[in-house]
């Protein structure tokens, strides 16, 4: 079975930064798309950012300049280096995984999600 692992999550002042890792195991083939999505206490999850096999990357207007996308193939591995962490970044933060980009924004295979918590 298909499963993704994340981990790095952590408690940090605003300012500073982590980078969170997920690596998927069990896939018959490989993902072309992976992503960060995230989700705060009464809050819908909302997209973080994600990259396409080819290197291919997007993000959200409120992360774009703080944090960085990489990884993906061969080993179906992503990274998220967050910078300038902000209070309004905290919550749980899910990988997720698809065949492709409309597969992963619509029903993707989640990992369990990491904690990350931004103090003030």
């Known amino acids: 079975q298909v499963q993704l692992a994340e981990s790095g999550g952590g408690l940090v002042q605003a300012g500073g930064s982590l980078r969170l890792s997920c690596s998927a195991s069990?896939?018959?083939?490989?993902?072309?798309?992976m992503g960060w999505y995230r989700q705060a206490p009464g809050k819908q999850r909302e997209l973080v950012a994600y990259?396409?096999?080819?290197?291919?990357?997007s993000y959200a207007d409120f992360v774009k300049g703080r944090f960085t996308i990489s990884g993906l193939n061969p080993a179906n591995t992503v990274y998220l280096q967050m910078n300038s962490l902000k209070p309004e970044d905290s919550g749980i933060y899910y990988c997720?995984?698809?065949?492709?980009?409309?597969?992963?924004?619509?029903?993707?295979?989640w990992g369990q999600g990491t904690q990350v918590t931004v103090s003030s």
């Open positions: 997720a995984g698809g065949l492709n980009r409309q597969v992963m924004a619509q029903a993707p295979y």
């Open positions: 069990g896939v018959r083939h490989s993902f072309n798309a």
């Open positions: 990259i396409l096999t080819g290197g291919i990357t």
